[in-house]
Nanobody, 130 residues
Framework: QVQLVESGGGSVQAGGSLRLSCVAS?????MGWFREAPGKERKGVAG???????NYADSVKGRFTISKDNAMNTLFLEMNSLKPEDTALYYC???????????????????????????WGQGTQVTVSS
């Protein structure tokens, strides 16, 4: 069982920045961030593979940057130029590579369907006001 603990959420105005952190109890092949806006399904935002390759949702490309400190098993999400539509509960997630989910992009694209087969943090709220 992988334990994930997020921190760093908060409220900012549009155009502002926030940095999310997630400490993992152990490393896994995939680590990433998903978000869930009110009334909407959970969606993949950004992910990082054990080889350092990254993948982003189109809606955050160029604004968000995912990184990982392997020595500390800590995942980060740097969020810049935030928009009101980025408002959501952000979840840190992790899973091991498997035959049915072999790529980072596939895992992120699962969105809500990744719930049962991934490890999750408790979520941290990000609110962006216009």
């Amino acid at each position: 069982q992988v334990q994930l603990v997020e921190s760093g959420g908060g409220s900012v105005q549009a155009g502002g920045s926030l940095r999310l952190s997630c400490v993992a109890s152990e490393s896994t092949d995939f680590m990433g961030w998903f978000r869930e806006a009110p009334g909407k399904e959970r969606k993949g935002v950004a992910g990082i593979d054990s080889d350092g390759s990254t993948n982003y949702a189109d809606s955050v490309k160029g604004r968000f940057t995912i990184s990982k400190d392997n020595a500390m098993n800590t995942l980060f999400l740097e969020m810049n130029s935030l928009k009101p539509e980025d408002t959501a509960l952000y979840y840190c997630a992790a899973r091991r590579r498997a035959l049915d989910v072999r790529t980072l992009g596939l895992w992120l694209s699962l969105g809500d369907r990744a719930r049962a087969t991934s490890y999750w943090g408790q979520g941290t709220q990000v609110t962006v006001s216009s």
